[in-house]
C-alpha cells in the first residue's frame, strides 16, 4: 500500500496542531561546540588518571585494566605516529582490529590526531573489507599483525602488536588539535541499494551533541559502569564510547562468547555490577524474556538499558527494574534522533500497541510530510524526515545519492540546513511520540542491522549463473507462538546456456509461480557461498526459492506479494532426514524446530542452513543450558552445526556422564503421559 499516494489530501493543519508540533520540536540545548572530543577526553583524563577507563571481563569474573592515564599516553603516542603520516582534519583513518583495549585506542588516537575514523569490522568478508578501504582512500591503516595480511596494500600500516615498541617512544605531549565544528568524526558503512555499502560522513559538531545529550538524559557520572557491547562497524558504538569516557566511567569489554548469548550476557551484567548498557533490539528483547535462577538480581545495579537497531516490540516486564531506553535514528544522523524511556509500570501495554519511537533529542527537529514537504497532522501518516545538527555531510564519493536524501530544510532559518530524507514511514500520537510503521523503500531492518535489499540482488545477479533475483523479508510464525521469525528470502530465476530457464509472464495469473525446483546450473549452496564471500553473514539469505520466472503485476513490476513461501525442500534440496537415534538427540531437534520455526529437521541438517543465526544460536544455547544443565558455548554450535554434532559436545560438557541423556529421557516420558498419569507420578516421587 502506498501511503504517501493521496496524504496531500489530508485536511491541513490547525492552529493548535501547528503550535503543538513546533512544540515538540523546540529542542534547543546549549553545549560546547568550540570543544572537541578529544579535548573532552583529555581533560577527563587530567582529573581521574588513576579511575579506571576500560576492563576486559570475562563472564567468570577475571578482570584486565586500563586506566585513564594509560589510556590517555597510548592514544596520545599513536597520534603523533598519525599525524607524521599526514593525518588532520578530514583524513580518513581505517581501523580494523577485534574488540580489544586497542580497538578503543585506536579511536580516540585517531580523533586526537584531528582525523576521522573509520571502522572495519574484521568480521565482514574480505571484499567487502577490501571495497571500504579503497572507497575511503584512508592514506593510514591501524591493525593487527593475524588481520593485516587479509588487507590490501596502498595505505602506510601500523600493527598495534607487532610496531608496540615503536609507538611507546614518541611523544607523551597532548597532540596540536585543529578539527573545527565542521570536520569529521568518523565514517561509517552502512548497506547501498546499488550493490556496494555507502560510507556516512558524520561531523565533528554531530558527535559533541550526541555526546552531551547522553550525558545529560542519563545523567552519566564517573561512578558509572558501562558495556562496550555494539558490533565493531555499528553505529551504536558511538553512543557506548564518547558519552562515557568523557564523563570519567568505566567501560566493560566483554567476549563474543557473552555478547552474543542473552543469559551469559545478563550473568555478566550482574557479575560485574553494570549501570548502563546498551543491546541491539533483539537482544534487549531476549534479556528481558531471561528467566534468572542464581542468587541475586542481575537488574539490581542496572539503572539503563538502552536498545536500539529494529522495532521494539514489547514493554519491559515487573521483572527489569531498570528503565528501558528505545533509541531510533538512522546513521545519516549521528546514532540517535528520537528516543522513549519505558519502565516496567507502563500503563496496559496491550492497549498501547507496539512502544512508539519517542521524541527528538536536543538540537534534533523531526517532521511528519507528505510528497509535497507538507506537514501531517497528529495521527496521519507521512514520510520522516530529520532535521538539525546531527545531520550527517553526506555520502562518501557519493554526490548523487547525497542530494536525492539530503534535501534542503524548509522550515530552518539557518542557511545551508538540510533534512535527511529516512524513507520510513510514521505519524505523531497525540502525545507528541512517533509510532514506527514500516518503510517506503526495500529497506529493511534484520537483527538489528540495516539492509538494503537491492544491494543483495545486484550482488546476486553477479553470479554467472543467475538471471535475475529478488530478496525479501518473510515473517514466519513459530509452531510454539511466539514472536514471527524474520528471515532473508531469495527468489531466483536461472540462467541456461546464456539464457533464463523460463519466459517472463506479464500476467502472474498465467504462470504457477509454486517455487518448485528446477534443474539449473547452481544450488542454494553455491549461491550463498557467493554472497558470503561479498557480503556480511547477516544479509546472506537463509532460504533460494528457484523460480521459472518472477511473477509481475499487470503495469509490468515484479509482485512481492505473489512470490511464494519457501518450502522445507528449497532450504535443504535433495536432502536426507535422518530421525533422532536418542532421547537427547529428539530434545534437541524439538529445540530446533522451536526456535527456527520449522516442521521437521534431522540430526545431519546444519542449523545455520536452515535458517538459524547468532542471535538464534544463543536461543539453542540457553535452553541447552536450562533444561539439559550443561553449559554450551555458543562458538561450538558454528562449529559443529548440527543435531548429531551438537550432542556429541553437549556430552563431552556435561558435568556427570549420562546425565543429560537421562533428563532428556525423562522430559519425553513427561511430554507423553496423560494428566492423570502425571499427577499420580508426582505424588508417588513426593511419597517418596
Request: hydrophobic share 40%; net charge negative; with cysteine.
Amino acid at each position: 500500500m502506498d501511503y504517501l499516494a493521496n496524504s496531500s489530501d489530508a485536511p491541513p493543519l490547525t492552529a493548535a496542531e501547528r503550535q503543538a508540533l513546533e512544540r515538540w520540536n523546540a529542542t534547543a540545548q546549549d553545549y560546547p561546540r568550540d570543544r572537541s572530543v578529544a579535548e573532552l577526553f583529555a581533560a577527563q583524563a587530567a582529573r581521574t588518571p588513576d579511575h579506571v577507563a576500560l576492563v576486559r571481563a570475562g563472564s567468570d569474573g577475571q578482570e584486565q585494566r586500563l586506566t585513564y592515564q594509560a589510556l590517555d599516553e597510548r592514544a596520545t603516542q599513536l597520534a603523533h605516529s598519525l599525524q607524521t603520516l599526514g593525518v588532520g582534519p578530514d583524513v580518513p583513518v581505517a581501523v580494523c582490529l577485534r574488540r580489544s583495549f586497542e580497538f578503543v585506542i585506536a579511536l580516540l588516537a585517531v580523533i586526537k590526531a584531528g582525523g576521522a575514523y573509520v571502522p572495519l569490522d574484521p568480521a565482514l568478508p574480505d571484499e567487502r573489507l577490501r571495497f571500504m578501504l579503497a572507497d575511503t582512500g584512508a592514506p593510514v591503516l591501524l591493525t593487527e599483525q593475524a588481520l593485516s595480511e587479509r588487507l590490501p596494500g596502498g595505505s602506510a600500516v601500523i600493527r598495534l602488536d607487532a610496531d608496540a615498541a615503536r609507538l611507546a617512544a614518541a611523544s607523551k605531549l597532548p597532540p596540536a588539535s585543529r578539527t573545527q565544528p565542521d570536520n569529521l568524526a568518523y565514517i561509517i558503512y552502512t548497506s547501498g541499494s546499488t550493490g556496494t555499502p555507502k560510507g556516512v560522513q558524520v561531523t565533528q559538531a554531530g558527535l559533541l551533541n550526541l555526546v552531551f545529550w547522553h550525558q545529560q538524559s542519563c545523567q552519566i557520572t564517573s561512578d558509572d559502569r558501562a558495556g562496550l557491547v555494539a558490533g565493531l562497524g555499528f553505529d551504536a558504538l558511538v553512543l557506548e564510547l564518547w558519552p562515557y569516557l568523557t564523563a570519567g566511567a568505566t567501560l566493560y569489554l566483554p567476549d563474543d562468547e557473552t555478547r552474543l548469548n542473552p543469559a551469559r550476557l545478563l550473568k555478566w551484567l550482574h557479575v560485574h555490577a553494570l549501570t548502563r548498557m546498551f543491546a541491539p533490539t533483539p537482544m534487549a528483547e531476549a534479556l528481558m524474556q531471561q528467566p534468572w535462577s542464581e542468587p541475586g538480581d542481575p537488574w539490581e545495579a542496572l539503572r539503563t538499558l538502552l536498545t536500539g537497531g529494529d522495532q521494539l516490540r514489547q514493554y519491559p516486564d515487573p521483572r527489569v527494574r531498570c528503565e528501558v531506553v528505545n533509541n531510533y535514528g538512522p546513521t545519516e544522523t549521528t546514532v540517535v534522533a528520537t528516543v522513549a524511556t519505558y519502565t516496567s509500570d507502563s500503563a496496559d501495554p496491550q492497549a498501547r500497541g507496539l512502544p512508539p519511537i519517542g521524541r527528538p533529542i536536543s538540537n534534533t527537529q523531526v517532521y511528519v510530510l507528505d510528497r509535497q514537504l507538507q506537514q501531517q497532522p497528529p495521527g496521519v501518516v507521512g514520510e520522516l524526515y530529520i532535521g538539525g545538527v546531527g545531520v550527517a555531510r553526506g555520502y562518501l564519493n557519493a554526490p548523487a545519492l547525497t542530494a536525492e536524501r539530503f534535501v534542503p530544510d524548509p522550515f530552518s532559518a539557518t542557511p545551508g540546513a538540510r533534512l535527511y530524507k529516512t524513507g520510513d514511514l510514521v505519524r505523531y500520537r497525540s502525545d507528541g511520540n512517533l509510532e514506527f510503521l514500516g518503510r517506503i523503500d526495500g529497506q529493511v531492518k534484520l537483527r538489528g542491522y540495516r539492509i538494503e535489499l537491492g544491494e543483495i540482488e545486484a550482488v546476486l545477479v553477479q553470479h554467472p549463473a543467475v538471471h535475475e533475483a529478488v530478496a525479501v523479508v518473510r515473517e514466519d510464525q513459530p509452531p510454539a507462538g511466539g514472536h514471527p521469525q524474520k528471515r532473508l528470502v531469495a527468489y531466483v530465476v536461472e540462467q541456461q546456456n546464456g539464457r533464463p530457464v523460463g519466459t517472463q509472464r506479464n500476467n502472474p495469473a498465467d504462470s504457477d509461480h509454486s517455487g518448485s525446483l528446477i534443474s539449473g546450473p547452481c544450488a542454494p549452496q553455491d549461491l550463498s557461498e557467493f554472497l558470503g564471500e561479498r557480503l556480511p553473514a547477516y544479509m546472506v539469505p537463509s532460504a533460494f526459492v528457484f523460480l521459472d520466472a518472477l511473477p509481475l503485476t499487470v503495469n509490468g513490476k515484479i509482485d512481492r506479494n505473489a512470490l511464494p513461501a519457501p518450502e522445507q525442500s528449497q532450504r535443504l534440496p535433495d536432502r536426507q532426514i535422518v530421525a533422532p537415534r536418542t532421547a537427547l538427540e529428539e530434545v534437541l531437534g524439538q529445540f530446533w524446530i522451536e526456535v527456527l520455526g520449522v516442521e521437521r529437521v534431522g540430526v545431519f541438517d546444519s542449523f545455520f542452513e536452515l535458517g538459524g543465526h547468532s542471535l538464534l544460536a544463543t536461543q539453542i544455547a540457553t535452553r541447552v543450558q536450562q533444561v539439559l544443565r550443561v553449559e554450551l558455548p555458543v562458538g561450538q554450535l558454528f562449529e559443529s552445526p548440527t543435531i548429531a554434532g551438537l550432542a556429541q559436545i553437549i556430552r563431552a560438557n556435561e558435568a556427570t556422564p549420562g546425565h543429560a541423556e537421562k533428563v532428556a529421557q525423562l522430559l519425553i516420558r513427561i511430554k507423553g503421559m496423560s494428566t492423570a498419569d502425571l499427577k499420580q507420578t508426582l505424588q508417588q516421587k513426593r511419597s517418596q
